[in-house]
């Protein structure tokens, strides 16, 4: 039997492919891209539409690539903290509790998106206190007439509650 494919880390330590991580992230981004469309394309119309006459298809550009770095942004956040975590404990018991975590994480998001009687709402809690915080800044920010706004706009709307992308992030802290 064939030993995984693996990368190196800087510290010359085998890292294996993690195959099944990176077959759900392409699974995720394939099925998030209809939500996205659906989701993220009328918030994206209309800073294009409020822009003071700028180009749409520009405008639109700007702000989605802004919105892209600002998941970029909370990726690394969370990535960092949870590598650094991994890291300061270096055990594999750690690594085994991190994966039954996002397999929990996995079924509660399930289940919340079956919850028709908004019993488990109370899950949305975080973000929509975290976006609170940020909602008077984005409010200062529109109309998104200028090429600083809209990039800033656009790295705002990435760190906006969403469902797809906290799963995600919480799967991958």
């Not at 989701?39 to 180009?55: D, H, K, L, P, R």
Request: charged share 10%; aromatic share 4%; with cysteine.
């Amino acid at each position: 039997m064939r030993d995984p494919p693996t990368t190196t880390t800087g510290n010359t330590h085998p890292v294996p492919i993690d195959w099944l991580t990176i077959s759900a992230a392409l699974l995720a981004g394939l099925m998030g891209g209809l939500h996205c469309a659906a989701m993220c394309g009328g918030i994206a119309t209309g800073i294009a539409m409020g822009s003071g006459g700028q180009a749409p298809l520009a405008t639109a550009v700007q702000v989605n690539l802004a919105r892209v770095g600002g998941y970029i942004v909370a990726g690394v956040i969370v990535g960092g903290f949870g590598a650094g975590l991994l890291t300061l404990a270096r055990a594999e018991g750690l690594v085994l509790g991190a994966r039954m975590a996002v397999g929990l994480v996995l079924i509660v998001v399930a289940l919340r998106l079956l919850d028709r009687h908004g019993k488990l709402a109370f899950l949305s809690r975080p973000g929509a206190g975290l976006w609170r915080l940020l909602a008077p800044l984005q409010r200062r920010l529109l109309p998104a007439n200028t090429l600083p706004r809209r990039l800033a706009v656009g790295m705002m709307w990435g760190w906006m509650p969403c469902g797809l992308s906290a799963t995600l992030l919480v799967a991958r802290g």
